[in-house]
């Protein structure tokens, strides 16, 4: 199954546009239309504006934009399933041990009775 950035990158070539011009056209940053096209959807902005560049870039190019969407959302919720915890809840964020831990639950429950 082909991603969404393969997809626009062989249009884009097939038409013989740049990534100057799409810049242009669409006011997509060249950095964000290139993360695009390589599906390196962790440099960009949230899921919505990713949605929302699809769509632009998508038209700019006479693709059809809700076919594309679909094929990021089946390719996005792949990526977000092999999430289960997210890092900040495995490690504390500042580096730091953290005070409240199961030893601490258990300490202070215990010294209630």
Known sequence: MKSVGQILKKERQKQGKTLNQINRETKIPEKNL?????????SLPPATFI?????????????????LIAIFRRDWQKKEQTKIIPEGLTKPLDGQSSFWNPKTTVVLISSCF
């Open 34 to 42: 290139i993360a695009l096209e390589t599906d390196d959807y962790a």
């Open 51 to 67: 949605k929302g560049f699809i769509q632009i870039y998508a038209k700019s190019l006479d693709l059809d934009e809700k076919k």
